[in-house]
């Protein structure tokens, strides 16, 4: 069974660094691009940037393009989503996903909050 | 990229068909076949329900049905039922990904 398993819930406070993780099983890691998308309370989606794990090449979002950093270990096939320094504005649901020729296939989502 | 445009809330009664509309540009929407659906109930993550403008993914009632014009994709659901009333996000995703900015269905 394909799957995309995130890492639990986060509450940082602003200024503060924060790696999440999002790990693949039941295909091929390394065949397709993992994408970050955000949605903050209330809000719709935005893509945020994704990676090749096969060599971690990276695309970002304008929007999110230094505010991220979007990284791999393709040998625990898990990707990552970092932030050196917190926002309040950073308060959201981080979901991650691939897409292959039946669809795509989303992670459960991590919940982060950040508050003083 | 700029957000795909999508009607803020559409409704309707059981058993009638609606239709959601995702407008593009040239760029994205009107130069790919890869233009996917996803419906998002509360809490929930959302859920694949039309890919390449007008697959099903296995599972995925046939009562939902997704179309392309130009730079206008299109989400139909007939037969609508209470369960379906969620939040519907177009996306087209060739390369990067842009996603439309939501539309609450409501179910009357």
Known sequence: ?116 | QSALTQPASVSGSPGQSITISCTGTSSDVGSYNLVSWYQQHPGKAPKLMIYEVSKRPSGVSNRFSGSKSGNTASLTISGLQAEDEADYYCCSYAGSRVFGGGTKLTVL
């Open chain 1, 1 to 116: 069974e394909v799957q995309l398993v995130q890492s639990g819930a986060e509450v940082k406070k602003p200024g503060e660094s924060l790696r999440i993780s999002c790990k693949g099983s039941g295909y091929s890691f390394t065949s397709y691009w993992i994408s970050w998308v955000r949605q903050m309370p209330g809000k719709g989606l935005e893509w945020m940037g994704r990676i090749d794990p096969s060599d971690s090449y990276t695309n970002y979002s304008p929007s999110f393009q230094g505010h991220v950093t979007i990284s791999a270990d393709k040998s625990i096939s898990t990707a990552y989503l970092q932030w050196s320094s917190l926002k309040a504005s950073d308060t959201a649901m981080y979901y991650c996903l691939f897409g292959d020729k039946n669809g795509d296939y989303w992670g459960q989502g991590t919940l982060v909050t950040v508050s003083s």
